[in-house]
T-cell receptor, first 112, second 110 residues
Framework: RKEVEQDPGPFNVPEGATVAFNCTYS??????FFWYRQDCRKEPKLLMS???SGNEDGRFTAQLNRASQYISLLIRDSKLSDSATYLC?????????????FGAGTRLAVHP | NAGVTQTPKFRILKIGQSMTLQCTQD?????MYWYRQDPGMGLKLIYY???????DKGEVPNGYNVSRSTTEDFPLRLELAAPSQTSVYFC?????????FGPGTRLTVL
């Protein structure tokens, strides 16, 4: 079983739609959780951290369910510029070096 | 700040050739990483370093070597290139829990 699993998509949605991505992780001792965004042929960039209480950044909402080992990302009012691959990232340990485990990503295509 | 820079951007190698991928960061980060990303796949950790003089293997280290003589530089060496090493290579450095990535090196081995 992969350490971090994501639905690869693609999710094809019209502008203005709401779309949700899910991610599951296998290590129950995982400590930190993130969503990264990767544009085509570019490097990944941090989109947002995911906190236990859930957190929001503008049109983006992230949720964490530790009991189910599940992370989600909700994008409201999708824009064309949201088209990218969204990577679910998990840090398995606290302290030590900052090892990040990346999911393979979910591709989002927003069309007019 | 330039952040994390990588050279070259693109390279084509013949089987058996060797090369060094360069990575430099100007953020004074102790932690640095090398990843490879194959098409449609997640990033896989090749090697990492927690500071100058200290390196360790990641998930897929075979066929690669690294060194870390300074805080800023973390080169990745391919000694005998193989077609299986065709990939995009990303270098990264860490501040707290955010990893900053370089723009990547696209390597093709023919």
């Amino acid at each position: 079983r992969k350490e971090v699993e994501q639905d690869p998509g693609p999710f094809n949605v019209p502008e203005g739609a709401t779309v949700a991505f899910n991610c599951t992780y296998s290590n129950s001792a995982s400590q930190s959780f993130f969503w990264y965004r990767q544009d085509c042929r570019k490097e990944p960039k941090l989109l947002m951290s995911v906190y236990s209480s859930g957190n929001e950044d503008g049109r983006f909402t992230a949720q964490l369910n530790r009991a189910s080992q599940y992370i989600s990302l909700l994008i409201r009012d999708s824009k064309l510029s949201d088209s990218a691959t969204y990577l679910c990232v998990v840090t398995p340990f606290s302290g030590g070096y900052n090892k990040l485990i990346f999911g393979a990503g979910t591709r989002l295509a927003v069309h007019p | 700040n330039a952040g994390v820079t990588q050279t070259p951007k693109f390279r084509i190698l013949k089987i058996g050739q060797s090369m060094t991928l360069q990575c430099t960061q100007d953020m004074n980060h102790n932690y640095m990483y090398w990843y490879r990303q194959d098409p449609g796949m997640g990033l896989k950790l090749i090697y990492y370093s927690v500071g100058a003089g200290i390196t360790d293997k990641g998930e897929v280290p075979n066929g690669y070597n690294v060194s870390r003589s300074t805080t800023e530089d973390f080169p990745l060496r391919l000694e005998l290139a193989a077609p299986s090493q065709t990939s995009v290579y990303f270098c990264a450095s860490t501040s707290l829990n955010e990893q900053f990535f370089g723009p990547g090196t696209r390597l093709t081995v023919l």
